[in-house]
């Protein structure tokens, strides 16, 4: 078995893990949810959701996994010392298996975009650009191919060790992510008519606020840090010792949601400039926006093709850093449990998760029968992850945490034994403990229809 890694720097620890935060729904779902539930002050919900379970769900896995030093399966083994809790842990590595199945599909339909907007494939009219996704989508093999190929460049990172391959990766990918981005959003909001899309993200509107509006932004805090995907568990085990946990998580929260704003500063200007409101899903990814960057810079044809190729780079860059986030979870599970070297174990995942995401593709493509319980293979993982495995395990872990593992052994990570001030202890704790439990809770029942 290969020597287990770690993060040669804070810098590293905080670009890596915001890295498996931010991703596609960064792009897509947050800015769209923002401008619909109330602008800024939907924004200013999300961040009081963060603070009150992001954070202190963050921290509860890095402690889980800092102080076992191991995957997340022996992670909760040992704190439990053999007890059922460590089903936790093997929940939590299924459901990361899981989602890099289905999200590679996605990632693999991001980066054929990348070529295609490169070769300048992805132009003309709203109709045509429709048609190009549908004829792609539903192609039997090509999405595949490309899906496959994502979780290869995943596998590509992920053999390299912790330092050499996620650390060196995530200080690459998460610069020229913040790049583009920034550009775009330049760009963007210096068109016509733009200031209308700003206002729309961002001028707060209170009377749209509600109760379900409050569960959607607990919801979005929630799966927008990865929490209860085992991945922050997994990470933590690589941090050092004397590693700020509590800084460090609002650091990577901060990092997250303000990519999560400036995905809607956009977004929203030029879809405004050209009269256009976008949607929610992959239709505002690879339908409405390549329209929408056409029309808007359609007076400077090569500033439109460059602002569309580095669209779809920033998109393979956020997708890229969350898959290598959700590979190595299994990477390391098999490594440590089973005694392998580093390479055979991702090859595991890496066959593993291909084989799931040819099949995902298949089902929301050229074969539509593949299907459990009337939805298609892909939808049905999406739904079993998202409303079921990440609540579950989320809350088991705020439990372990908050009642189960001694409170000394928790003071001690968050303070690292005592160097720190833990002036913020008793709030996490309570947090934890009563306020983390709750808000999961009402996630879940707001995910099933309940509430």
């Not at 199945?101 to 980066?111: E, K, P, R, S, T």
């Not at 993200?201 to 927008?224: C, E, H, R, T, Y």
């Not at 500033?303 to 569309?308: D, L, R």
Request: net charge neutral; glycine share 10%.
């Amino acid at each position: 078995m290969d020597e287990r890694g770690n993060f040669g720097s804070k810098l590293g620890i905080v670009l890596a893990t915001a890295g498996s935060a931010v991703g596609l729904g960064n792009v897509w779902r947050f800015p769209y949810m923002a401008g619909e539930n109330g602008g800024a002050a939907f924004i200013l919900v999300y961040f009081l959701c963060i603070l009150a379970l992001g954070i202190p769900g963050m921290i509860s896995e890095f402690i889980v996994g800092r102080h076992a030093q191991s995957n997340a399966a022996r992670a909760y083994d040992r704190l439990s010392g053999g007890k059922p809790w460590k089903f936790v842990g093997y929940l939590g590595i299924l459901t990361s298996t899981i989602i890099l199945g289905f999200y590679a599909v996605v990632a693999g339909w991001c980066l054929q975009y990348l070529v295609a907007s490169v070769s300048g494939h992805v132009s003309g009219n709203a109709e045509a650009v429709q048609q190009y996704f549908q004829q792609f989508s539903s192609d039997p093999v090509k999405p595949a191919l490309w899906a496959v190929a994502f979780i290869f460049i995943t596998h590509l990172v992920i053999v390299r060790g912790v330092r050499r391959g996620i650390e060196h990766a995530s200080k690459l990918l998460m610069p020229l992510l913040l790049i583009l981005l920034l550009v775009i959003v330049v760009a963007s909001c210096l068109l016509p008519g733009a200031i209308d899309g700003v206002r729309f993200l961002l001028k707060p509107d209170f009377s749209k606020l509600s109760g379900n509006v409050l569960l959607d932004a607990l919801g979005q805090s929630f799966f927008s840090l990865s929490l209860g995907t085992a991945c922050l568990c997994t990470y933590a085990s690589y941090f050092a010792r004397d590693t700020n946990l509590v800084r460090a998580a609002g650091q990577i929260a901060l990092v997250d949601t303000l990519i999560a704003i400036l995905a809607g500063l956009m977004i929203f200007p030029a879809a405004f400039s050209v009269g256009v409101k976008p949607d929610a899903g992959p239709s505002l990814i690879f339908i409405t926006l390549p329209n929408v960057f056409q029309q808007a810079f359609s007076g400077m044809p090569v500033v439109g093709y460059i602002i569309g190729v580095m669209f779809y780079a920033l998109l393979v860059f956020a997708a890229l850093t969350s898959t290598i986030s959700m590979h190595e979870i299994g990477t390391a599970f098999f490594t440590e449990e089973f005694s392998l070297r580093r390479r055979y174990s991702a090859w595991i995942v890496t066959l593993v998760t291909s084989v799931l995401a040819v099949v995902c593709s298949l089902s929301v493509g050229a074969e539509p029968g593949l299907s459990i319980m009337n939805l298609s293979v892909m939808d049905f993982c999406d739904t079993l992850t998202a409303n079921f495995m990440l609540p579950f395990g989320a809350l088991l872990t705020c439990l372990f945490v908050g009642w189960y593992i001694p409170r000394k052994l928790v003071l001690d990570e968050f303070t690292n034994w005592g160097s720190l001030r833990g002036s913020l202890f008793g709030l996490y704790f309570f947090a934890v403990r009563y306020l983390c439990p709750v808000c999961i809770s009402l996630i879940f029942l707001h995910q099933m229809g309940v509430i």
